[in-house]
C-alpha cells in the first residue's frame, strides 16, 4: 500500500506541474482563529493561464490523521475536530475565462458553543478540468486527466493551551530505500490546538564537543495525532554519540538525551 500511494503521489506532482494550467495564487494551508459564534471569511484566489477555457469544481473533505497510518482524505468519514458543517460558500464550480483571475470567496461560522476549545479543520479540494463540450459527450471521448489541489482550512478556536508535545518514539534507521542513515522521531501533540514543531538534533563526541547539529523544516502536529520526522545522519563516522533531542513549538522546548550507536 505504501509503495502505491507514493507512486500516485509522484505521478500527480508530474502531471500537475506538465498540464495544470489553473493554479492557486495564496497558497494551500489557510489558517483562522475566532472566538465562539465568529464568522470568518476566507477566499481562494485562482488564475487561469492558459488560452482556453478551464472548469473547476470545489467539494469538502475530512483529514483524518493517525500515528500508524498515512493521513486520508475523505467524504465518508469525519472526526470529532472536523469544521466541515461550518463552512458555507455560494458556488461549487466555475468555468474560468482565459487569462481569468477568480476570486472564490467562502465562510466558516464558529458555532456559539462557549465550551468549544482548540483547532479544527478541513481541507477544500479543487478539482481543474476542461469544460465538457457537447461534442465529446456525444463523441463519448474521454476528458484529461484531472488535477486535484487539496487547500487546508484550519480554525483555532478561543485560547490556547500551553504547548503539550512529547516524542512518542526515537528509532535509528541503518538503510533506507535512497541508501541514507536516518533518526526516524514520531511527535505525540497532546493538546488541543495544532502545532508548528521544529526538530533540532546536537550530537557531541567523547570530549563533550558539539560535532553535528541538524535542523528540520517546521511541520503541523495535529491534537491527538502524530508527526514524522526525519533526521539524515549519514555523514557521521562510525562510533558512539551522546546527543539532544529538541522539539519546539511557539519558543517552547522538550528535550531527551539519546545515544546513538553506528556502526
Not at 464550480?93 to 483547532?119: A, C, H, V, W
Not at 533506507?176 to 493538546?191: F, Q
Not at 495525532?225 to 562510525?238: E, M, P, Q
Request: one cysteine or more; glycine letters at 4%; hydrophobic letters at 40%.
Amino acid at each position: 500500500m505504501k509503495t502505491r500511494i507514493l507512486t500516485l503521489i509522484t505521478l500527480f506532482l508530474i502531471i500537475a506541474k506538465s498540464y495544470s494550467s489553473v493554479v492557486i495564487m495564496n497558497g494551500l494551508t489557510h489558517s483562522y482563529s475566532g472566538v465562539s459564534g465568529d464568522v470568518i471569511t476566507g477566499e481562494v484566489v485562482l488564475i487561469n493561464s492558459s488560452e482556453e477555457e478551464q472548469r473547476v469544481t470545489f467539494e469538502l473533505n475530512d483529514i483524518i490523521f493517525s500515528c500508524t497510518k498515512n493521513r486520508i482524505f475523505t467524504s465518508e468519514n469525519t472526526h470529532s475536530q472536523s469544521s466541515i458543517d461550518w463552512f458555507k460558500a455560494e458556488l461549487m464550480d466555475k468555468t474560468l475565462r482565459p487569462k481569468e483571475k477568480y476570486i472564490y470567496r467562502f465562510t466558516i461560522t464558529i458555532p456559539k458553543n462557549q465550551s468549544l476549545k482548540g483547532s479544527f479543520w478541513s481541507t477544500l479540494m479543487v478539482n481543474v478540468e476542461k469544460p465538457i463540450k457537447e461534442e465529446a459527450l456525444n463523441a463519448k471521448v474521454g476528458l484529461d486527466t484531472r488535477i486535484r489541489y487539496s487547500v487546508a482550512l484550519l480554525t483555532d478556536v478561543n485560547l490556547q493551551d500551553e504547548v503539550n508535545i512529547d516524542f512518542k518514539s526515537i528509532a535509528l534507521n541503518e538503510l533506507t530505500t535512497n541508501g541514507k542513515r536516518e533518526l526516524d522521531v514520531k511527535v505525540y501533540n497532546e493538546s488541543e490546538f495544532i502545532e508548528g514543531v521544529k526538530l533540532t538534533l546536537e550530537v557531541y563526541n567523547d570530549d563533550g564537543d558539539k560535532i553535528f547539529e541538524s535542523e528540520t523544516d517546521r511541520n503541523m502536529a495535529f491534537p491527538g495525532f502524530c508527526r514524522d520526522y526525519k533526521v539524515d545522519l549519514t555523514s557521521l563516522a562510525i562510533g558512539e554519540y551522546e546527543c539532544v533531542l529538541i522539539a519546539e513549538s511557539r519558543e517552547e522546548f522538550i528535550g531527551a538525551n539519546i545515544t546513538l550507536t553506528i556502526d
